[in-house]
Nanobody, 126 residues
Framework: VQLVESGGGSVQDGDSLILSCAAS?????????MAWFRQAPGKEREGVAC???????????NYADFSKGRFVISQDNAKNILDLRMSSLEPDDTAMYYC?????????????????WGQGTQVTVS
């Protein structure tokens, strides 16, 4: 499985941005959990939001406290894409944003729990 992020860029304080993560496999729906993480310079990688399945066809969204109300995660299994819609961006949101996936149905923001990672896309807010 390969994950490729896109959509990053430089924006102004208060702007919006949409990040996308494309999976190389048609088995996106079999990756029961997918997530967005971010890492700012000098800081640890932290979870932003995730979507996970408990085994059925329904997926659930979960958000880190700082992203609630500003970010929306969504998944299109037909297109093998995971999106992160970010609004009201702040300079503190500046970071490299990574897409992650794992076959198990979980939503824990612990880096070692995730099997597959993308190369990241940079978001800079000034």
């Amino acid at each position: 499985v390969q994950l490729v992020e896109s959509g990053g860029g430089s924006v102004q304080d208060g702007d919006s941005l949409i990040l996308s993560c494309a999976a190389s496999t048609s088995t996106l729906g079999l990756l029961r959990s997918m997530a967005w993480f971010r890492q700012a310079p000098g800081k640890e990688r932290e979870g932003v939001a995730c979507m996970y399945s408990r085994g059925g066809s329904r997926y659930y969204a979960n958000y880190a406290d700082f992203s609630k109300g500003r970010f929306v995660i969504s998944q299109d299994n037909a297109k093998n894409i995971l999106d992160l819609r970010m609004s009201s961006l702040e300079p503190d949101d500046t970071a490299m944003y990574y897409c992650a996936a794992v076959a198990r149905g979980l939503c824990v923001y612990t880096v070692r729990q995730w099997t597959y990672w993308g190369q990241g896309t940079q978001v800079t807010v000034s």
